[in-house]
C-alpha cells in the first residue's frame, strides 16, 4: 500500500512517521522467544543491581515479582516491542524506589575513571598520522562502557576502575582493522559548515566521544548533542553533559570551539532514539 501524502512544511522527521510510521516504533515486537529472552535479561539487571548494592534482597524480590507480572500481562495483550517493555520496567522501578537516577553516582565514578586517562588519550591521537580516523576509533572503543560493565565492576567489595586503555592500545595495533567505509565518512565530514547531531549514550563513553565532537568542530560544523529524555540506565542526561562540558580541563581542551556545541534531549524515553518521542 503506498504512504499516504503528508505536509511538506513539517520537518523531516514528522514527514517520515506520518509516511512510515511502522518503520519508526522503536526496538523489536515480542514474540513468545523474545519475550522469555528479555524478561530473563531483566531480572538479570536486578541481580546486578543487588550484587553492585543499588538494591537490597526485598527490594530485589518485590521487583521481580512486578517485572515477572509486567510481561505476563504482555504476553496477553501483545502489540508491545523489548524496548517499550524495557521502558514500563525502568519506570516501575523508578517510582518503586523513589529514585530517579539510580545509577547517578555509579556514572559520576565511570566518567572521572575515563577522565583519568583523557591526556593520554589526546596525547595518542595526536600522534596518528590521521586524527579524524583515530579519534573516530577511540569513540567506537567507548562502545564497550554498558551498564552490565558498569554494575559488574561496581560489585560490593569490588569497586574496580572501568579503563579502555588495552582495549584502545589494540584498536592502534598494526593488525587491527575497521569494518566501516571510512573514506565515505571521511569526505562528508570535510565538508565543512555542516549542522551535525551526535547521539549521546553511556556515562564513561561520553569522555572518549568528546575527541571526535572536537575534531567535527575544527572542520567548522555546528554539533548538537543529544542525550536521553531523562535518565536511562547508564546513559548520560543532558545535564550530566552541560557539567562535563563545564569542566576546566574539558573547556580547556574545546576553547572558543565551544561556541559551536550545543546539548539538547532528544526526547526519547527509552533506550535506543524512538522517533515518535523526538524532540
Not at 519475550?35 to 530485589?60: C, D, P, T
Not at 504476553?75 to 514500563?88: H, K, Q, Y
Not at 589526546?122 to 562502545?143: F, H, R, T, Y
Request: with cysteine; aromatic share 6%.
Amino acid at each position: 500500500k503506498a504512504p499516504q501524502p503528508v505536509e511538506q512544511n513539517l520537518p523531516l522527521v514528522s514527514q517520515e512517521l506520518m509516511a512510515h510510521p511502522k518503520e519508526y516504533v522503536c526496538g523489536t515486537k515480542l514474540n513468545e522467544s523474545r519475550r522469555e529472552e528479555k524478561l530473563r535479561e531483566e531480572l538479570n539487571g536486578l541481580r546486578l543491581l543487588k550484587e553492585a548494592g543499588v538494591i537490597n534482597e526485598e527490594q530485589f524480590e518485590r521487583l521481580e515479582e512486578m517485572e515477572r507480572r509486567i510481561f505476563a500481562e504482555a504476553a496477553r495483550t501483545g502489540e508491545i516491542t523489548d524496548r517499550e517493555i524495557e521502558a514500563i520496567c525502568v519506570a516501575v522501578i523508578r517510582i518503586f524506589l523513589g529514585n530517579d537516577d539510580l545509577l547517578r553516582e555509579l556514572k559520576a565514578k565511570s566518567t572521572n575513571d575515563a577522565l583519568e586517562e583523557f591526556a593520554w588519550v589526546e596525547d595518542i591521537i595526536s600522534q596518528q598520522p590521521d586524527p579524524l580516523l583515530a579519534a573516530l576509533k577511540v569513540a567506537i572503543a567507548g562502545n564497550v562502557i554498558g551498564t552490565a560493565q558498569l554494575l559488574e565492576a561496581n560489585k560490593k567489595g569490588k569497586q574496580e576502575k572501568i579503563s579502555l586503555k588495552s582495549e584502545i592500545q589494540r584498536i592502534f595495533s598494526k593488525e587491527e582493522g575497521h569494518n566501516f567505509d571510512y573514506q565515505i565518512f571521511a569526505s562528508r565530514i570535510k565538508q565543512r559548515g555542516k549542522n551535525i547531531i551526535y547521539l549521546l549514550d553511556n556515562a564513561g563513553e561520553v569522555v572518549y566521544d568528546l575527541f571526535l565532537i572536537n575534531i567535527l568542530l575544527r572542520f567548522g560544523h555546528r554539533v548538537t548533542l543529544a542525550t536521553r529524555e531523562g535518565a536511562v540506565s547508564n546513559d548520560v542526561t543532558e545535564e550530566e553533559v552541560i557539567v562535563l562540558l563545564n569542566r576546566g580541563e574539558i573547556k580547556e581542551y574545546f576553547g572558543p570551539l565551544l561556541d559551536n556545541l550545543k546539548v539538547i534531549s532528544s526526547g526519547s524515553p527509552m533506550k535506543g532514539t524512538d522517533l515518535r518521542f523526538a524532540s
